[in-house]
């Protein structure tokens, strides 16, 4: 994560998956990418772009759960707010 004039925050995270098996094997590349702006204090604003790689993949989060997520590639917004650890009237 990288901050740029206390406000602003960028990141990325990168994974590669490598799935061996006997007769085809399966090479995944995923990017998300988070946008952050420090509104206030005890405000955040995110922009995510999640799986921007590829246009959708199945992950298993859980090993031992038979049915597999499917993750789209898609991108949302996130308001954070902590008002319970911030002093927001100075």
């Known amino acids: 994560m990288m901050k ?11 994974r590669y998956v490598d799935v061996p ?5 399966l090479i995944v590349y995923h990017m ?10 005890a405000l955040e604003l995110n922009i995510v772009g999640q799986n921007l790689l590829s246009g959708q993949s199945t992950q298993n989060f859980i090993p031992s ?22 002093n927001i009237s100075q």
Do not use: A, Q
Not at 4 to 14: A, K, N
Not at 32 to 41: A, C, E, H, N, Q
């Open 32 to 41: 998300d990418v988070r946008l952050g702006w420090t509104i206030m204090k």
């Open 65 to 86: 759960s038979p049915s597999p997520r499917k993750i789209e590639r898609g991108v949302y917004g996130k308001l954070y707010g902590d008002f319970w650890n911030h």
């Open 4 to 14: 740029y004039s206390g406000w602003h925050r960028f990141g990325v995270v990168f």
């Open 21 to 25: 098996c006997e007769t085809l094997c």
